[in-house]
């Protein structure tokens, strides 16, 4: 296993009917969507393999009954899997002990979902504490971590307040600060903004950035919506009927779709803020020019200077030009080249 993946997925699947380790069994580990539906199964996750890494924001998206939340059950073993192989840290966590699976929910998963979850009868504060409080941690230990929680995710002062005191957007950040209370090594969350109305579910993505570049965690988001995955995820897999389609950098996804239905994800993507210059550049490795700008640049970012330039820009990377990049280059990847 590499050092840097957290979770490994292999050939897992999680069916929904009668005996479907027996009937799995019966078909090699593979049966075909006629067999599935002629036996009365139900494929919510099918022979899905994929490596989450270390500090890695991956996003899971699909339409409804694609299998996404599934999978994230699974993977988090809320729902035991049907047949397949789950390590997490190297550990076999499929094998785990009733006793070894408690410890590394307390200790090592935190969890967020769409309806919060958070106990009415509780304020901020003993909300976000709860989970430490089952730790068994000390009672002003807690609280101060809590407080910490807190503060993170900008509530302070609301401590006292219960959930029906808040509005939607604080009641997840309740939720947040609750699940990182513990300090996990992987969060999953599922549409834990879908609920939310448009202004503050962006103002609750921007939020999750942040947090995200001060803690560095390993994430598994799960969303049916295209441009929140392309706004959070290092890659973004994308599933339909149970199965992963494609699994890739947002990039490479609008770029190279390997089917209409990514494709149809895709169409409306905001190009100027996926597509990195390196992606459109001319591979001249001999291009000079006395401009130049990184390959990894964004082409929303450095649109405007090469638009306005009558002489192609040098493309560099890791020092050394690789490249250059012109007004047809640009118009290219903003636009999609003339004639499609």
């Given at each position: 296993?590499?050092?840097d ?26 049966p ?24 890695e ?32 840290d ?46 068994g ?50 969060w ?11 202004l503050i ?18 994430i ?7 441009e ?28 190279n ?9 895709a ?9 990195t ?64």
């Amino acid at each position: 296993m590499n050092s840097d993946v957290k979770i490994r997925c292999r050939n897992l699947w999680k069916l929904f009917g009668p005996q479907p380790e027996a009937f799995l069994q019966e078909h090699g580990g593979h049966p075909t969507s006629e067999a599935l539906d002629e036996g009365g199964y139900i494929g919510a996750v099918r022979d899905v393999s994929f490596d989450v890494h270390d500090g890695e924001i991956l996003v899971i998206m699909g339409l409804s009954g694609s299998g996404k939340s599934t999978l994230i059950r699974c993977i988090s073993r809320l729902n035991d899997p049907t047949a397949g192989q789950m390590d997490f840290d190297g550990k076999d966590l499929l094998n785990a002990t009733d006793a070894e699976l408690i410890e590394i929910r307390r200790h090592k998963m935190g969890m967020v979902f769409q309806n919060f979850g958070l106990l009415p009868n509780r304020d901020v504060l003993s909300n976000v504490l709860f989970p430490l409080e089952m730790q068994g941690m000390a009672r002003d230990e807690r609280e101060a971590k809590a407080r910490e929680m807190i503060e993170l995710v900008g509530l302070t002062g609301r401590e006292a307040d219960f959930p029906a005191q808040l509005s939607g957007g604080q009641q997840q950040r309740v939720g947040i600060a609750r699940s990182l209370a513990v300090d996990p090594d992987v969060w999953f969350l599922d549409e834990p903004f879908s609920a939310l109305d448009p202004l503050i579910r962006a103002e609750m993505q921007d939020e999750f950035i942040r947090l995200q570049k001060v803690l560095k965690k390993t994430i598994v988001f799960i969303t049916h919506d295209f441009e929140e995955a392309i706004k959070l995820a290092d890659r973004i897999g994308i599933m339909k009927d149970g199965q992963m389609v494609q699994l890739d950098t947002p990039e490479n996804i609008v770029l190279n779709p390997v089917n209409d239905y990514v494709a149809e994800f895709a169409r409306n993507a905001p190009l100027d803020r996926i597509v990195t210059v390196g992606a459109i550049m001319l591979p001249e490795k001999g291009a000079e020019s006395s401009q130049s700008i990184d390959a990894s640049d964004l082409i929303g970012d450095v649109a405007r200077q090469v638009l306005s330039s009558e002489v192609p820009f040098a493309v560099a990377h890791g020092g050394k030009i690789v490249g250059s990049v012109g007004r047809e280059q640009m118009l290219d990847g903003l636009y999609g080249p003339e004639g499609q």
